[in-house]
């Protein structure tokens, strides 16, 4: 399945497939960025498959790495799907978690209903 570029609640996503290439480091967020090259994408919807165990271990530095690369570009980022191991190894991470969905540039959400709700609610 490819990733697919949506219109969801007025806003332009990057709905990227949970099989495609993980996003592991900076230069794979990179990667992600240039197959964007010209289009008008706001969003960037991450299925945590796509993201290696790295990404949850804030103190490897991945989660930042990535997220500040892409949001460099002018991309928001979401996170989709079932973190609540991580999250339950790590009490950095859930705060990391709780203050990124306080605000509008990064999001962890458990579903596309959650992604949705937050979408409507921000448009």
């Given at each position: 399945m490819p990733d697919v570029v949506q219109t969801r609640h007025g806003a332009t996503v990057l709905m990227c497939a949970p099989d495609g290439p993980p996003i592991a480091d900076e230069q794979s967020a990179v990667d992600l960025i240039g197959t964007l090259?010209?289009?008008?994408?706001q969003w960037?919807?991450?299925?945590?498959?796509?993201?290696?165990?790295d990404f949850f271990r804030l103190r490897t530095r991945v989660a930042?790495?990535?997220?500040?690369?892409?949001?460099q570009y002018g991309f928001r980022v979401v996170v989709v799907g079932d973190i609540s191991g991580f999250v339950a190894e790590s009490t950095a991470l859930?705060?990391?978690?709780?203050?990124?969905?306080?605000?509008?540039?990064?999001?962890?959400?458990?579903?596309?209903a959650e992604l949705d709700a937050r979408l409507s609610a921000a448009a």
């Open positions: 090259w010209g289009q008008d994408v960037l919807v991450l299925p945590v498959a796509r993201l290696t165990e930042g790495a990535v997220v500040q690369k892409l949001q859930r705060d990391f978690v709780r203050e990124s969905n306080n605000g509008r540039q990064l999001w962890f959400v458990a579903d596309e």
